[in-house]
Nanobody, 123 residues
Framework: QVQLVESGGGLVRAGASLRLSCADSGRTFTSYAMGWFRQAPGKEREFVASITQSGLSTLYADSVRGRFTISRDNVKNTVYLQMNSLKPEDTAVYYC????????????????WGQGTQVTVSS
């Protein structure tokens, strides 16, 4: 069973950095590719980044490539999203998700979701 809990969100100014964490309390973390998604008010949930089980391959949305970095620690059962040079348009609830097999930017391919953590970037 996969149980995901996000943390690390908050209110920051434009240009600042935040690191989100997503911990899995289950025992099968290494079986899953992991992804980060976000949803802003009034908008659909959108893909942010994804990482394979080994951590060797990653995928990013164009809007965050070069500013955000996804990584994972398979000993700590945790996936991270390092967010640098934050912009007001990055404001959203950020969700982590887990899926079997490889990378994907499609939210409906993910099997498990966390509750989300709010990130607010002021101008």
């Amino acid at each position: 069973q996969v149980q995901l809990v996000e943390s690390g969100g908050g209110l920051v100014r434009a240009g600042a950095s935040l690191r989100l964490s997503c911990a899995d309390s289950g025992r099968t973390f290494t079986s899953y590719a992991m992804g980060w998604f976000r949803q802003a008010p009034g908008k659909e949930r959108e893909f942010v980044a994804s990482i394979t089980q080994s951590g060797l391959s990653t995928l990013y949305a164009d809007s965050v490539r070069g500013r955000f970095t996804i990584s994972r620690d398979n000993v700590k059962n945790t996936v991270y999203l390092q967010m640098n040079s934050l912009k007001p348009e990055d404001t959203a609830v950020y969700y982590c998700a887990a899926k079997l097999f490889g990378l994907s930017l499609r939210s409906n391919s993910y099997n498990y979701w966390g509750q989300g953590t709010q990130v607010t970037v002021s101008s």
